[in-house]
């Protein structure tokens, strides 16, 4: 079933009027991309949000490398207060 006019995300427009067009001009629908654009817009989102948990990962590694390294120091400065 063809749609004419606005839908939510997207246009179809009405044909030409008929005296618009010569008798030898063949029109053709538009052709509605709805889904496709809707699957686009969801793999996007998909791959937005993968960006974003790599990213938090990313952080939370580095956060775990960070406080890693600030317990060793602490232990080396406690095992040097230890040897004196």
């Known amino acids: 079933m063809l749609a004419r006019g606005w839908v939510l995300d997207h246009v179809i427009p009405d044909p030409p009027p008929r005296h618009a067009r010569s008798s030898d001009d063949a029109y053709t629908a538009p052709v509605?991309?709805?889904?496709?654009?809707?699957?686009?817009r969801r793999q996007?989102?998909?791959?937005?949000?993968?960006?974003?948990l790599n990213t938090q990962q990313m952080i939370n590694n580095q956060q775990m490398l960070n406080d890693q390294m600030f317990q060793q120091q602490q232990q080396q400065m406690i095992n040097d207060m230890n040897n004196r």
Not at 32 to 40: L, R
């Open 32 to 40: 509605d991309n709805s889904a496709s654009d809707d699957w686009v």
């Open 44 to 52: 996007q989102d998909q791959d937005n949000l993968q960006q974003m």
